[in-house]
């Protein structure tokens, strides 16, 4: 039953790898940009626009391509299988459906903007190899369906981005990129002790060894495969390895000094899309996996979830660093996405998914300008600043807006995503809807006060004169606020993509528990249709 379960889950793509191309050719780039001669870093920037641009649109041809009616629990499209290691049962298998879809577009779209905004980088040579090596990991993340070869993009993606931050960050980098480094390796021998166990679990109880998960997931999550209490221990193991990611409370730690840290295009990336591996591993494996150990564990990493939330949002209030206040407004964000995935409903699920495209976006353009303003003031002490409002105008302006966008100010997309996520969360799990709303409110304080800071009263000093935003610098943040704007209006696109899979995921664990989601949760896409302006 559990192989027919999985070969009829998914139709093998016979034309063009698109998956396996998103993959590749960022690899192929970077091979490209390291025999460029160093005394030639034009052509090693042309390198990097041309092989990003190519991925990006190899990206929105995919989101053209999605067929949003084709649908069910692990049914995948584009889907790609080839032998690989096949005498430890490890495949070459991708495929994508409504969870990873904007995962992958969101990832093809950050790289090129950050390529741009660093045009004047130092060794632009490493920095361009490390930058397309670190985007084919990713993108290997959100695409891989056999379990090892998700666990080597995950692990392979802490390289690049340990040389970007350590190579290019700022005075404290070496200790931000190996504490990074340490942390997330740290958590995902956790994560790696749990595929192993899964997998040898399936082979001792007769089958041959493999890590396809659209067959480990239907044995595992069916009664009587595994002890209550084995499943929930390995629910355990791949959640640390997943929550050290996200960062979930207390596993944060080591993101502020990171975020801080960073260049400016490793924030965008590690904000954008990195954490999101933590999130999409939850929704991806832990949940469909063990669905029973996530119905009794969900109120323990709602609670994470909650603290996260508001200490996130608390203590960004009191950083001066603006850079580390948007690193810690990130752990806030990421915690409404947990908070959206264990209320484990409809409403809750795409909300999350939504937030993860939403803050990507938003964040994404907030450490973009803090960067470009950091460049001008050489400080991102907000006591600093100060009337930049009268001094660049058109930077004061773009600030703001996308401050607003973070806040989750209705018109944006950080409000559709917030509100599913506590709506979904508020008809199961009430009482932590209530106390997480303080954080919107929590994001408010912290974002309008710096805003109130560093853009109001006289320019006086440094802030006299400064320039504003040439046209590569717009052109690096203005498509990520226009598109924050756009789906905050008609966030139908997306929604017609991920509430399939949403539906599917509460479906499979109704199934396979005896847990059932309110009966007001089944009309999620009458309730994202409201949203949508529909």
Known sequence: ??????????????????????????????????LVPVRRPELIRVVGYITTAATFGFAVYLLADFNTAQHGFQHYQLVERHRWMGEFGVQWFLGVDGISLFMVALNALLFPLGLLASSKVEQPKSFIVWMLLLEGAVMGVFLALDLIVFFIFFEFVLVPMYFIIAGWGYDNRRYA?????????????????????????YQRAGHALTFDSTVLVPWASAHGSLAVITSKWLFLAFAVGFAVKIPLF?????????HTQAPTAGSVVLAGVMLKMGT????????????????????????????????GAIVAAMQPDLKRLIA???IAHLGFVVLGTFALTTQGISGGLFTMLSHGLTTGALFLLVGMLSDRRHTREIAAFG????????FAGLFIATAFASIGLPGFSGFVGE???????FLTSRWYAVVATTGVILAAVYLLWAVQRAFTGEPEGENVGLPDLSLRELATVVPLLALSLFLGFHPRPVLDRVDPASRDLIAH?????????????????????????K
Request: hydrophobic share 55%.
């Open 419 to 425: 509100f599913l996520a506590l709506l979904g969360a």
């Open 1 to 34: 039953m559990v192989h027919v379960l999985a070969a009829s889950s998914h139709a093998t793509n016979q034309g063009f790898p698109l998956l396996t191309a998103l993959i590749v050719l960022p690899f192929i780039g970077a091979v490209v940009a390291l």
């Open 509 to 533: 664990v109704e199934q396979t528990t005896k847990y059932r989601q309110p009966a007001v949760a089944n009309n999620g896409p009458k309730v994202a249709a409201t949203v949508g302006g």
């Open 387 to 394: 009337g930049l409002w009268k001094s660049i105008p058109v």
């Open 280 to 311: 999409y591993g939850f929704l991806r494996f832990s949940v469909p996996m063990f669905p029973q150990a996530a119905v009794d564990l969900a109120p323990v990493l709602l609670v994470l979830a909650v603290i996260g939330i508001t200490y």
């Open 250 to 258: 207390p596993f944060h730690t080591w993101l502020p000094d990171a």
């Open 177 to 201: 990129a190996m504490k990074f480094f340490l942390y997330t390796m740290a958590g995902s021998a956790f994560l790696l002790v749990g595929i192993l166990s899964v997998a040898f679990l």
């Open 328 to 330: 810690y407004s990130s």
